[in-house]
T-cell receptor, first 111, second 117 residues
């Protein structure tokens, strides 16, 4: 699975959009981009995933660049409860279902 | 929330003692996983199971064994605990809901904090 690079930490004002970047320049054609988050002391929680098209669900939007070498997770209106570590993961379509977590981005939403 | 429980939630033990952690699910999902989480490493896969009695090693399997005798339970055993196995252990489950592995999100349990003295 391709390696991902994320900034270690970010701040965002409550009510504003949080834009979390992820670089995955070695991604291959059959690899998907996943985002999970982990709120303090809890297990990770799935947010969204995509291949090449932008995706949106009730939690967030995922914007993937045309060359697929980077992506951005967007939380449209961040709340204090969105404070968490956000993990960007690249995984192939086939093979074992295990996820390779890096160290992620610690997002702090500020009142 | 997915029906995943882990027991015990906290445990303190001594070096050299055997320890078994239990993951129990009520979702009837086929896949189950054990991860450990340590500062600076994120989560790392220890072992996983793709069915009853079907298991395989993950990234950091040395010193750990697993068993899955029924769909709902996945046990992680440390035969002789060492201080390097002090960690937070997470169980996860997933299922082939759409027939494509890539669409299958993993649901995580609340974690077990293990301290080996």
């Amino acid at each position: 699975d391709a390696k991902t690079t994320q900034p270690p930490s970010m701040d965002c004002a409550e009510g504003r959009a949080a834009n979390l970047p992820c670089n995955h320049s070695t991604i291959s054609g059959n690899e998907y981009v996943y985002w999970y988050r982990q709120i303090h002391s809890q297990g990770p929680q799935y947010i969204i995933h995509g291949l090449k098209n932008n995706e949106t669900n009730e939690m967030a939007s995922l914007i993937i660049t045309e060359d697929r070498k980077s992506s951005t997770l967007i939380l449209p209106h961040a709340t204090l409860r969105d404070t968490a570590v956000y993990y960007c993961i690249v995984r192939a379509q086939t093979g074992a279902n295990n996820l390779f977590f890096g160290t992620g981005t610690r997002l702090t939403v500020i009142p | 929330d997915a029906g995943i429980t882990q027991s015990p939630r906290h445990k303190v033990t001594e070096t050299g003692t055997p320890v078994t952690l239990r993951c129990h699910q009520t979702e009837n999902h086929r896949y189950m996983y054990w991860y450990r989480q340590d500062p600076g490493h994120g989560l790392r896969l220890i072992h996983y199971s793709y069915g009853v009695k079907d298991t395989d090693k993950g990234e950091v399997s040395d010193g750990y064994s697993v068993s899955r005798s029924k769909t709902e339970d996945f046990l992680l055993t440390l035969e002789s605990a060492t201080s390097s196995q002090t960690s937070v252990y997470f169980c996860a489950i997933s299922e082939l809901t759409s027939g494509r592995a890539v669409d299958n999100e993993q649901f995580f349990g609340p974690g077990t904090r293990l301290t080996v003295l």
